[in-house]
């Protein structure tokens, strides 16, 4: 394993829970960025899947106490632009041997997506022992996980997509399970409106979900 993949490993222990982050508007990003600090979770993903992305994650960076990466990033010109924004970590919905190429050649770790026993083979092959299970609940959740942990045993995930706070503490009391992502910290009624507080208690009860 890399030194950079190592690195990943110790982020994700550092916090039960990832949000995953939509934002369209860029002048939001540090409001919003300090709301999740302030209820506890430093860990911060950002999605490539808006203009304002990058520079949302750019401004987010600013922030000294927070580790920001950039999410749903699907090919290696992404991964640059990511990089070149500040990402310190890159998320990925599934692995492609492109990608896997420019992980290995990067100094900021790749999280790869896997769904299957397969993937999950072929990025380990590739040199990930830590990775994203997507879409989490659509793919088995907590029953995939547990039949990977014993087939799997050094390899640990962060399952993502459709997980809640009322769902996520089953996540984690798998021993297989870093930490879990989601959006449901950031709802985007509560970031239209500029609701902070209701945006802080949702990642304050977030951080609390300890493992
Ligand atoms: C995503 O890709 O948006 C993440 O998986 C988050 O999924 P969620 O909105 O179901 O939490």
Redesign the pocket.
């Known amino acids: 394993m890399s030194d950079a993949q190592s690195g990943l490993g110790q982020i994700l222990a550092t916090t039960p829970v990832i949000p995953?982050i939509?934002l369209d508007d860029a002048d939001l990003a540090l409001p919003l960025a300090h709301a999740l600090l302030r209820g506890g979770l430093r860990v911060l993903e950002v999605?490539l899947r808006t203009p304002a992305a990058l520079a949302a994650l750019r401004t987010m960076r600013q922030l000294a106490d927070a580790i920001v990466g950039a999410?749903?990033v699907l090919n290696p010109e992404q991964y640059d632009e990511a990089v070149g924004a500040g990402a310190q970590f890159v998320v990925a919905?599934g692995l492609t041997g492109a990608l896997a190429a420019a992980a290995a050649r990067s100094r900021v770790p790749l999280l790869p997506g896997t769904a299957t026993a397969s993937e999950v083979m072929r990025a380990r092959d590739a040199g990930f022992h830590v990775m994203k299970l997507?879409?989490?609940?659509a793919v088995g959740g907590v029953a995939t996980l547990k039949a990977f942990a014993s087939v799997f045993a050094d390899v640990r995930f962060c399952p993502?997509?459709?997980?809640?706070a009322e769902t996520a503490p089953d996540y984690l009391a798998l021993r297989n399970v870093a930490c879990v992502?989601?959006?449901?910290m950031t709802p985007a009624d509560a970031v239209t409106a500029r609701d902070w507080n209701r945006i802080e208690q949702l990642a304050a009860r977030a951080c609390a979900l300890r493992r």
């Open positions: 995953v939509v999605t999410g749903t919905p997507f879409p989490a609940e993502t997509g459709g997980i809640t992502g989601g959006s449901w």
